[in-house]
């Protein structure tokens, strides 16, 4: 499948709120979550960032996203939704690769459950917490659904910063950043 564009920021298709997936075992479906994947697996590799990424990124209204984190196996998600969380509150860093230029602080609730169905079309759901940030992660990704973006919850203007301010003085502390891969000519 090929890589596609990533939508930018100011592109009106990020806020427009996605549909519901009827079947999650149609074909499109699959072929969706495959460009999802290639899509991330490409940015990551030129850019070094990139965990997950949601449909509307890739100009698709369908409430689809795809998770992809260092040593576990690929996870698409249709349909999810947030059906719990706690009142417990974090301010992290985030990014997008929508903008991946610009840098902020977000607040996110500390831990999630998140309702989902698979590929196959079972409903699954499951707790997310600090472990590998993926309580942030989730609520960025769902967020891309409902046509919010990071910059909307932004918790101090002040800390908007460039990539390359983060990359020189908060690096070190994201959890989501790795070092771009080496391209081979």
Not at 79 to 87: K, L
Not at 92 to 113: H, K, N, P, Y
Not at 135 to 163: F, M, N, P, W, Y
Request: hydrophobic fraction near 40%; include cysteine; aromatic fraction near 6%.
């Amino acid at each position: 499948m090929p890589v596609r564009p990533i939508l930018q920021l100011g592109d009106p298709l990020l806020r427009d709120k996605a549909l519901p997936v009827q079947d999650p075992t149609e074909r499109e479906i699959r072929d969706l979550v495959q460009d999802l994947a290639d899509t991330l697996a490409h940015s990551r590799s030129t850019t070094g960032y990139g965990r997950g990424i949601a449909a509307p990124q890739l100009g698709v209204l369908r409430r689809v996203i795809f998770l992809k984190l260092p040593g576990v196996e690929p996870w698409p998600l249709i349909n999810p939704e947030i059906i719990e969380w706690s009142e417990d509150k974090i301010v992290v860093w985030d990014a997008c690769l929508s903008f991946l230029a610009i840098f902020m602080q977000v607040e996110r609730r500390r831990q999630i459950t998140v309702r989902y169905q698979n590929l196959d079309g079972e409903t699954l759901e499951f707790e997310a917490g600090d472990d590998r940030s993926l309580s942030e992660l989730l609520q960025h990704e769902i967020d891309h659904l409902d046509g919010i973006l990071a910059i909307d919850r932004v918790v101090d203007i002040k800390t908007v910063c460039t990539r390359e301010e983060f990359e020189k003085r908060y690096r070190d502390a994201s959890p989501y950043a790795t070092a771009p891969a080496t391209i081979k000519s």
